[in-house]
Structures are given as structure tokens and as C-alpha cells.
């Protein structure tokens, strides 16, 4: 969903997404904040925005978490140990470790510091779609296929490609649409340009033009809003942008697909928002949740209390708080 940012900062929004129209039964949901050891506020708020995807809980009820055939145990962590605790109704403050744990052992280095959230949802994304089991299909509820295109700026020669990915990246810049609808109807205008290519048709070092467009959707979008850019060589160049982004409570995702008549569903309500509050080298997350009731939540790690639609729109502005957003169907 993200480009890398540094340790102790967040400075991109995310979106989550879902298309289905019915839902089937899935396990209650009762809201419980999640202990932070003193670096954990980005994962907290990734996985209160997983908890409340109803689509993960319900494919949850068919998880066995004996399943040895299992590769890594973050599945059986965030399933097992985690999400049946949140949902069990009891309001104390959920134990993360565990689930920190298994995901350190996955990614290979420790979450000792803050992590950015883009690189807390791919490695809880990956570790799940890496699964052997029935956890497989919760990986794959985010997966958005893609066809690139590469054209080369010297011969105009181009190629088409196919690709997988779990998250749609929103851009902000001088030109751009700064609403996220208005953002989704010029996307397939959107190009972006790169040098030190070297194009096998022309036999040139050249530059490359590549613009993208979704064929398929999946039943949870997560979209990334990139607030962070680095306007040097160096990561004291890094930046995090402040310019007011608006993202709406039902969003039409037609204008992205390649065939935009496609009998497929498109429009998506939003449901969850990971927000960040303070620069790109120190900060804190926290996250929104609308439950099964249309009721909207803010989760701040160990507390969590009632708000209103305001107060998720006042993520609007990076300079207090940078969302991350999920959306389903109305």
C-alpha cells in the first residue's frame, strides 16, 4: 500500500474498500483498544481497521489454527490470539505481542522502533497470502489486479503487463485533484515518467511513460495517500506534505477500470481510517473504525471511545492527522 517511510513518522493515507453488496454472518464485533509498548501505535491501528473488515471475520470462523502446513504464524496470531480476544465482548485493552512477535520473525527484523503503517498492512497482507490454509483467502481479499503500460518516449513502442497488488496509491502534487472522487476520475490521465531505461525495441537508453489501469477489484480496497516525497538525496530531504486531502463517505471506483461498463460492483463505503498526527520523523497513529451499527469509533491504542463523521473528516489535514481509510459497499 506504501512507500517506505522512516521509523517514528507516517505520512501517507491509506483506503480500504469493499464491493460486497450482501453481507453473510460473521463474528460480533465489540471495539477494544490494544496495549502499546512504546512503538506499537501503527500496528494498533492497522489492526483495529483489520478487525473491523467484516469480510476477514467471517472467513476467520473457517480458520483452523492447528494447521501445521502453515508457513509463518502471523495468521494464526492475528486470528487465533487476537481477533477472537477483540471480539469476545470483554472491554480491557487487547495483549499485541504475540502477533508483533510472529510478525518479526516473518519480516526478519523487529518492530523496535514505530513502524510506518504501510509497512505494518504488507507485512500482515503478505504473511497472509503466504498461508497455506484457509488464512490464504484473507490475503487475497485486498488483491487488485492491474495492467501497466510502459511506452518509450524515444520509439513509442508499448508494452502491457499484468500485476497483483493489495493497495491503490493516491498522489498529491501541485496539479492534482486534492478530493479523492475528483482524484479517481482523472487516474487513468495520471502518468508517471522514469529514466535510465533502456528500451529492448529501439536498443536506447531512453525514458518511459507508464500509466495503469484496474482490471479487476477486490472486496476490500485499500488506498494509499502519499503525503511523503523526498525533494532531495538525502532522507533529511524527506518531507511530509500538509495539504488538505478530502476523501469521501461513498467512493465510485468505475473510472479506474479498464472497462469501466464492466458488470462489476464499484461503489464502496468507507469504514475505517488510519490516521497520523506530527512530522515525518516523529508522530502517532491512530485509527477510525465505522462499526456494523454505522457508528464511527477512535481507537487510540488502549482507549477507545465514540465519535462522529467531523471528527474522521478532520483527518482532512496531515498537519494533525493523516488517515487511513476503508471503504464497503452501501
Given amino acids: 500500500i ?45 489492526v483495529q481497521v483489520l478487525c ?15 494447521d501445521h502446513r502453515s508457513p509463518n504464524t502471523v495468521a ?23 502477533l508483533v512477535n510472529a510478525m518479526t520473525l516473518y519480516r526478519g527484523a523487529p518492530f523496535d522502533v514505530q513502524e510506518d503503517s504501510d509497512v505494518v498492512f504488507k507485512c500482515i497482507i503478505n504473511a497472509l ?67 535510465d531505461y533502456h528500451c529492448t525495441h529501439c536498443h536506447t537508453g531512453t525514458q518511459i511513460e507508464i500509466t495503469s489501469k484496474v482490471v479487476t477489484l477486490p472486496q476490500v480496497v485499500c488506498m494509499k495517500i502519499e503525503r511523503v516525497r523526498n525533494i532531495g538525496r538525502d532522507t533529511a530531504d524527506i518531507v511530509k506534505t500538509g495539504t488538505r486531502f478530502a476523501f469521501p463517505e461513498t467512493l465510485d471506483l468505475k473510472y479506474i477500470m479498464k472497462d469501466p461498463e464492466a458488470p462489476v460492483a464499484t461503489v464502496y463505503k468507507l469504514y475505517a481510517v488510519v490516521a497520523h498526527r506530527g512530522t515525518h520523523y516523529c508522530g502517532h497513529y491512530t485509527a477510525y473504525v465505522r462499526d456494523d451499527n454505522d457508528i464511527w469509533y477512535l481507537a487510540d491504542d488502549s482507549h477507545v471511545r465514540v465519535c ?6 478532520s483527518t482532512y489535514e496531515a498537519g494533525s492527522t493523516v488517515p487511513f481509510e476503508s471503504i464497503r459497499p452501501p
Fill in 308 to 313: 462522529s463523521w467531523e471528527d474522521v473528516k
Fill in 76 to 98: 494464526v496470531r492475528l486470528i487465533k490470539c487476537l481477533i477472537y480476544d477483540m471480539t469476545k465482548g470483554n472491554m480491557s485493552p487487547c495483549d499485541p505481542s504475540l
Fill in 129 to 195: 497470502a503466504d498461508d497455506c490454509g484457509i488464512a490464504k483467502r484473507i490475503g487475497s481479499l485486498w488483491d487488485i489486479e492491474n495492467e501497466d503500460r510502459v511506452r518509450c518516449l524515444r520509439c513509442n513502442t508499448v508494452q502491457s503487463t499484468l500485476n497483483k497488488s493489495n493497495t491503490i496509491t493516491v498522489l498529491i502534487g501541485d496539479n492534482l485533484p486534492t478530493e479523492l472522487q475528483d482524484y479517481i476520475k482523472l487516474y487513468t490521465d495520471i502518468t508517471f515518467t522514469t529514466c
Fill in 52 to 66: 473491523g473488515t467484516r469480510e476477514l471475520r467471517d472467513i476467520i470462523r473457517l480458520v483452523d489454527g492447528q
Fill in 2 to 46: 506504501y512507500p517506505k517511510l522512516l521509523s517514528t513518522g507516517s505520512h501517507r493515507n491509506l483506503c480500504c474498500c469493499s464491493a460486497k453488496a450482501d453481507w453473510s454472518p460473521c463474528l460480533p464485533y465489540t471495539m477494544r483498544g490494544l496495549i502499546n509498548y512504546g512503538a506499537y501505535c501503527s500496528i494498533n491501528s492497522v
